[in-house]
């Protein structure tokens, strides 16, 4: 049986999915998932956020990013 590793909270790196296709509009993000249809239009803390997961950050990150 397999074990699975998880890592903390603090450790663990969140990143933009490369299957999410994004454009911008007057501060705002909207991202556009082909496989399921699915869309979201981000508020500018949002889009500040997807911006910042250009690059893998940790929640710790993202939260002094705000």
Same mark, same amino acid.
């Given at each position: 049986? $397999?074990? @699975?590793?998880?890592? +903390?909270?603090s450790t663990k790196r969140f /990143? ?6 994004? +454009?911008?509009? =007057?501060?705002? !993000? *909207?991202?556009?998932? +082909? /496989? *399921?249809? =699915? ?9 500040? !956020?997807?911006? $910042?997961? @250009? *690059?893998? @950050?940790?929640?710790?990150? !993202?939260? =002094?990013?705000?």
């Amino acid at each position: 049986m $397999a074990t @699975q590793q998880h890592q +903390s909270p603090s450790t663990k790196r969140f /990143k933009q999915h490369p299957a999410v296709v994004f +454009s911008e509009l =007057d501060n705002q !993000i *909207t991202l556009f998932q +082909s /496989k *399921t249809c =699915d869309y979201l239009v981000l508020n500018e803390t949002g889009s500040a !956020i997807w911006q $910042a997961l @250009q *690059t893998a @950050q940790t929640l710790n990150q !993202i939260c =002094d990013l705000l």
